[in-house]
């Protein structure tokens, strides 16, 4: 070797990769999947000049190296992977310098299996057990997780990660899950509740009983929330109320010790959003009970006609007449309305097992005396159950869509027999959204 040469090549070091996730979810043949950010770089060359390409795929069933795309150049690069199949691979990142140097990351990737109007669907990853849903506008929402206290800002339009996250655990006062199951927001307050209900042993867990507040500030990828105040006795106020008028819900035998809360007789809220016209009357959205507890039994709303004092100053709830709403068997698993005051319900089972049980999409007008009306069956087939409506379009516009959210927790997205919520690492948990034609 030349001194010329042994010069060149001690003026280069040794190339550098990173990546922006270790662990990725996509799903077969899926639109919109999450991509990796690449950096790459070697002292004394151009970053433009090196190589970047998967070279290995621990499983090839999963995703083969030439199902692995790399765009951009320069320093950063983009990775995004076309599933071929369900389950994990480990797939080798190298860069090559221009002295023909190399180093390798490890990507470890999971996909799920195809589901129906996969066009339609994106997933968020980090939580597979999204239970509630607020839009902030610009194309954004925050997410609540019925196993944790976080709050987690989406974008809408793309798979992947959340863009911020929040818990204010500390500032309620709780240390256990509050099992977030409705939210409703009015101006730039966000309204939160707990299930209200026992755990599914039946025990009662105080940390349920829980309704709190959060302040919007911004919107987009630039919202920020700020915490309100909270309330822990939403539950007691409302066994009261039931028992102060003959007993007729049974809110005082479906919170008893040892009650399962998704019973047809038990007692698990689900549902929060505002009565039409109205900033102080909340609707109380119930998955159970029915009314009469029975198959083919009502869903019940509850109206809490102060719901602002009650958050606001912990004011004693004060509760209207109740509405009794035939959804065809099924109970309230989410009702969100526009500012037309149209809204629509997500109507499912009160069961626990109800992954595969029936679920339907109805539109309504807030109006007690007026019914729903079914605007769809939603399917079934795949994984998770739909939870919640981000927000609900225009309805007398022709060909809108609403786009709607899956609780994914129990589903075993990978075909290992893992629940997703017992995931080892959250990258791999997610939830889907898909949006829905719902009028016209």
Request: net charge negative; proline share 4%.
């Amino acid at each position: 070797m030349s001194m010329g040469s042994q010069a060149q090549a001690a003026s280069y070091g040794t190339p550098s990769i990173a990546l922006s996730a270790a662990y990725l979810s996509g799903a077969v043949g899926a639109t919109g999947d999450p991509t990796v950010n690449v950096t790459v770089g070697q002292s004394g060359a151009d970053a433009g000049a090196l190589g970047v390409k998967v070279t290995a795929s621990s499983r090839t069933s999963v995703a083969t190296t030439g199902d692995v795309t790399i765009t951009g150049t320069g320093a950063a690069r983009k990775l995004v992977v076309a599933a071929r199949g369900r389950g994990y691979t480990d797939l080798t990142v190298k860069v090559t310098g221009v002295d023909g140097q190399t180093a390798s990351k490890t990507l470890h990737y999971a996909a799920s299996a195809a589901v129906q109007q996969s066009a339609d669907s994106r997933y968020f990853t980090g939580s597979s057990d999204a239970s509630a849903a607020v839009d902030v506008g610009g194309g954004y929402v925050v997410v609540a997780d019925d196993e944790s206290n976080v709050l987690r800002l989406y974008d809408r339009s793309t798979s992947g990660a959340p863009v911020k996250t929040w818990d204010f655990s500390s500032k309620i006062g709780v240390t256990k899950e509050i099992d977030i199951e409705g939210a409703a927001r009015v101006g730039d307050t966000i309204y939160w509740t707990g299930s209200l209900g026992n755990n599914k042993d039946g025990e009662y867990k105080p940390a349920r009983n829980t309704l709190f507040t959060t302040k919007v500030t911004g919107s987009g990828a630039a919202t920020t929330l700020s915490y309100g105040g909270a309330y822990k006795k939403l539950r007691d106020d409302l066994v009261a109320w039931d028992e102060a008028h003959g007993d007729r819900y049974g809110f005082a035998a479906g919170t008893a010790d040892g009650e399962i809360p998704k019973e047809a007789n038990g007692f698990n809220v689900e549902g929060l959003e505002f009565a039409p016209g109205s900033t102080t009357t909340a609707y109380i959205g119930f998955r159970a009970p029915l009314v009469p507890a029975v198959s083919g039994g009502k869903a019940l709303l509850v109206p809490v006609t102060n719901i602002d004092k009650v958050a606001g100053s912990g004011a004693t709830a004060t509760f209207g007449t109740p509405i009794e709403l035939d959804l065809g068997g099924l109970s309230i698993r989410d009702l969100r309305k526009n500012a037309a005051n149209q809204y629509l319900i997500v109507a499912g089972s009160w069961a626990a097992d109800d992954n595969t049980d029936p679920y339907a999409l109805y539109t309504w007008d807030g109006d007690p005396a007026h019914a729903p009306t079914k605007t769809l069956d939603l399917p079934t087939s795949d994984p998770g159950g739909w939870e919640a409506v981000i927000d609900v379009p225009d309805l007398t516009a022709p060909g809108a869509r609403a786009q709607l959210l899956t609780d994914n927790g129990s589903a075993d997205l990978y075909g290992d027999g893992t629940e997703a919520k017992d995931l080892t690492h959250s990258e791999w948990k997610k939830s889907r959204v898909t949006w829905f034609t719902v009028a016209g």
